[in-house]
């Protein structure tokens, strides 16, 4: 019997390599990015500090490259390969601009992450999360959602309907697979993340953006929960944050 | 100046056409469907009632088709039309079936009206508000969501990320144009339409269904609302229904 | 058959009155308020304008004195009243305080008006508009809200508590007495109300304040609605209202 | 400087002795409820695995009450006392009648756990939560709460009003002791609970029901989230819950 693995999409800076070092410690972990040269440094970490890690470039918006991925996903884990936790934390295109000036295409584009992506990620990774209680936890798949996941603000419509799809997504399969033993969560990131690209977002207070090591920690929290204490749906921001 | 038009987005039997009926006893009215011999029946209708009607093919998921009716509303109206009111009442697809059985392009076909057309209708008719407050009332967007708007259920993520989206965009435009002038709506109808293609479905008990022209009324009302007391959302089901 | 009358808790300056007008124009109105003199004024002018009001000093959150208010309506319309329309509209009082300088006795006090006073008006006014279809539409009973319905700001734990458990009455007796034929409705006033009270609050913009008038023509239009349309939930906000 | 402690009220079978019990892994605890001997059976079993335990019997709708019990652990602990973590636990009293039924007095006594008995607690708790960062993780204050903390059902608007009432309140000191570095958290448990009195309550198949060590570990997690990472509201349900 194979050991199970997590899978991470949009293995970028910020939340998603903290979520991939934070579930390396107990699984070999695939992570999935638009490029090698994204993936490699963190890889890279993760072998170093005596975990397994195997970094696939991946267009998650395309279901042929997703299902090249759980191809090279099997050649190298084996055929059974069972799905601990699967999360998708892909970034939706964040573009506030006056509602007249958008360009459809542009539009379209900013959705296909959480339309797309979300969907052919949920479709290739689902199945290998249904066969059986073999891991210690019940199998897990979060999707990462944002204030705009609840609150649709002057000028994001493209990017407010990309997070509220991804929410409906997240509970309608909640409601599907929860009953076959499949824990699926949306957490709600609500505050800007403390990354080399944010620093100069807002104010730099102590802890006023969010460390992606608490949230990576609290998705494995959400990984451990038993089949009797689900959490669906998690907020995450930072003390001082307004809301 | 030329009197101000009403312009209905699926203007089927059911809402549609209630609504339909109910502005053209103030404005000259643009019906939008697909086929032209859908339009016909209501257009007669309302003409022989007193009412002016003018039905367009339209599909709005094309923004070059949305564009084409735009031309021709002006061609009729005259170049510098304004749009008392305009409702997106095009349906989503429905359909229940298992996650893992969907197939990526069906899946994106089931978003299409909420995504594209939504956003197509939305901004071929918003310039046409904000040019002033010639008419009596303010002037109004409603898009008519749905119980799927507010829950996402099992089987049916294509249809909830569409209802969800299509409301996400409603806030978006609502925190945009509102301080603009413009009323923008979004009514969730939670419950059956009481239509003849719907005679089978649930039960026929009186008033167990949605009586369409209960809908048109509170749409009228949402329009006749003055800018210092707008309705961002209703609600709207039968007496008995569960929720 | 007596006629239908309406009753308004809560006859005040600004939504109460303005209500009362309105549903003056086709009810006799009963209105309570704390005071014979706060009533006085707007007893004379329903009157003046041919309408039939008659005001009752009533403590509603007394149970005792909102059973002698009843009657005295019964004194006046007869033992088989039927009731169209009641309107809970009572002020929660409204304090921002540091929560620890709070005393019991004041927060109690701060939650009096929606608990003790909510559930004797429903109490008192439920029976009357059970007993059948006689009026033009179905009897409602609507709850005045506000944005601390939905979110409990800082300082304010009593009115939000106040108003989250108005809400949560409001959608339990519509859970059990639509089904039986009532309209239950409860709208969230999401702004200030346009009063000689509140001239000295916030800015003073056209329609940047609630009209009363269009917050009474919402309640209005929820009476008329049909049995198969109900509307349990709308927002009243300014077009230029943050939210 | 003394160790912080743990204070739990409703340390009754369930929910709240497992929360004790972990909490009691890490701190000395402190366990409200109205007996002694309601009390004495969770002291022991904590004391006899190696933690420390305090059994108060108090009435937390008593502000008297919720005084004289923190006198007694000032008594014990010291005068400068820190708490790491208070839990709100106790049970609303829950029961289904007809509104026409319920009696003015049993409605009130319904709501007192929420309303007095939150507010005793919240306040006598948080002085002791402000004084700094002593503790290994930011101090925690945490209310339980269930499905009728969202949703008010028929025949149950005291205890809905109750529930809506906490989460205000939670909401509500979370914005106000957010930014002072108190973690403010309410959980909606969403499904039976499984302790002795509720094996008859719906169905038994295997994790139907909330293992109370579930929810005492995302208690637990709740707290050991660092200040920039902090969730506000989790919900609890079993994988086979319908919602």
């Known amino acids: 019997m194979p050991k199970p693995i997590a899978i991470i999409a949009g293995a970028g800076p910020g939340t998603g390599s903290a979520v991939a070092r934070r579930f390396a410690l107990s699984y070999p972990v695939v992570l999935l990015a ?20 195997m970094g696939i470039p991946t267009d998650v918006t395309s279901a042929a490259s997703m299902g090249l991925t759980m191809d090279k996903i099997k050649n190298k884990f084996g055929p059974e390969i069972t799905v601990a936790a699967a999360i998708y934390n892909v970034a939706s295109k964040f573009s506030m601009k006056p509602f007249l000036e958008q ?60 997070k509220f799809g991804t929410r409906a997504m997240a509970q309608s399969l909640a409601r599907e697979f929860g009953p076959k033993g499949v824990h699926v969560s949306h957490a709600i990131i609500d505050g800007i993340i403390d990354t ?31 089949k009797s204490a689900f959490t669906h749906e998690i907020d995450i921001r930072p003390f001082s944050e307004k809301w």
């Open 196 to 226: 080399e690209k944010t620093k100069s977002f807002g104010q730099n207070a102590p802890d006023a953006k969010i460390d992606p090591q608490g949230i990576a920690d609290s998705y494995w929290h959400l990984h451990t929960q038993p």
């Open 103 to 162: 360009k459809p295409r542009e539009f379209i584009e900013m959705l296909e992450p959480s339309i797309k992506g979300a969907f052919n990620f949920a479709q290739a990774t689902l199945p290998y999360m249904l066969n059986g209680d073999q891991g210690q936890y019940p199998p897990t798949l979060i999707f990462t959602g944002a204030t705009a996941s609840l609150k649709g603000s002057s000028g994001l419509s493209a990017f407010a309907m990309s």
């Open 34 to 53: 638009r490029s090698q040269q994204s993936l490699d440094p963190l890889v890279d970490d993760i072998t170093q500090n005596g975990g397994s890690a």
